[in-house]
């Protein structure tokens, strides 16, 4: 069973722009990560955010967390083709449980 | 190598055939997980192994599922009487540390498998 659930399923944009990803889950949970995979290189780890803290930066990466509400989002500034892939949420309450993904296509 | 491998990269079986999956995960890693992802869908759990104990196999679908990592470093995932449901990219990941809190897990590029 999945617990994350990302929003949007797809998203499609130009080069330079924003892309915003967003996940739910539904239990408690220790921390929360965020995968990239593609054809090319498989599934990489972006960054992990644990459960006190609400934001992380990484590059051109920025991860909020809200267990409040259970959601987290992936907001990936200045888009380059090369980032089309799909992203994945990953919740860790003993063991990683990943969601069914987004599909972001950055067009160029 | 730097990071996890998997072979075979493809494997087609034929139903009811035994098939066995291999791991090598990155040296010195203390952690292992295997993950069975379907087409268009996130990785799912399958079983953990810290060195060579597998501390967690609940999400193993069948007993015709079995894995093992005798000397804490390869390890293989079998499945007997391969079914057509069993269908899917079954990818391994290792980590540096004991248990999964806090930790970065590195994934191989998987196994698809195609039961016939």
């Known amino acids: 069973s999945q617990q994350g659930e990302e929003d949007p399923q797809a998203l499609s944009i130009q080069e330079g722009e924003n892309a915003t990803m967003n996940c739910s889950y539904k239990t408690s949970i220790n921390n929360l990560q965020w995968y990239r995979q593609n054809s090319g290189r498989g599934l990489v780890h972006l960054i992990l955010i644990r459960s006190n803290e609400r934001e992380k930066h990484s590059g051109r990466l920025r991860v909020t967390l809200d267990t409040s509400k259970k959601s987290s989002s992936l907001l990936i500034t200045a888009s380059r083709a090369a980032d089309t892939a799909s992203y994945f949420c990953?919740?860790?309450?003993?063991?990683?449980?990943f969601g069914k993904g987004t599909k972001l296509t950055v067009n160029p | 190598g730097a990071g996890v491998s998997q072979s075979p990269r493809y494997k087609v079986a034929k139903r009811g055939q035994d098939v066995a999956l291999r791991c090598d995960p990155i040296s010195g890693h203390v952690s292992l997980f295997w993950y069975q992802q379907a087409l268009g869908q996130g990785p799912e759990f399958l079983t953990y192994?810290?060195?060579?104990?597998?501390?967690?196999k609940s999400g193993l679908p069948s007993d015709r599922f079995f894995a093992e990592r005798p000397e804490g470093s390869v390890s293989t995932l079998k499945i007997q009487r391969t079914q057509q449901e069993d269908s899917a990219v079954y990818l391994c990941a290792s980590s540096f540390l004991a248990g999964i809190f806090y930790n970065e897990q590195f994934f191989g590029p998987g196994t698809r498998l195609t039961v016939l």
């Open positions: 990953a919740t860790d309450a003993g063991k990683l449980v």
């Open positions: 192994f810290q060195n060579e104990a597998q501390l967690d």
